[in-house]
């Protein structure tokens, strides 16, 4: 049986997974400022969701 594989090229995928990576990092930094915010203050939530972790 035939069957056709689907599969990207090595630096269409690299580039994929940075912009997955980045979007990913945005909706955590979003996320983590607004529960910060509304449990502190504004100064609090953007230090916290700005701190980068690796």
């Not at 990207?8 to 990576?21: D, E, F, L, N, Y």
């Not at 915010?37 to 609090?44: C, E, I, Q, Y």
Request: with cysteine; aromatic share 4%; net charge positive.
């Amino acid at each position: 049986m035939g069957s056709t594989v689907l599969s990207r090229s090595t630096p269409q995928a690299r580039r994929r997974a940075i912009v997955k990576r980045h979007c990913y990092r945005l909706l955590v930094v979003v996320r983590t400022a607004t529960i910060a915010f509304v449990v502190g203050d504004v100064g609090d939530a953007l230090n916290i969701g700005s701190r980068r972790t690796c």
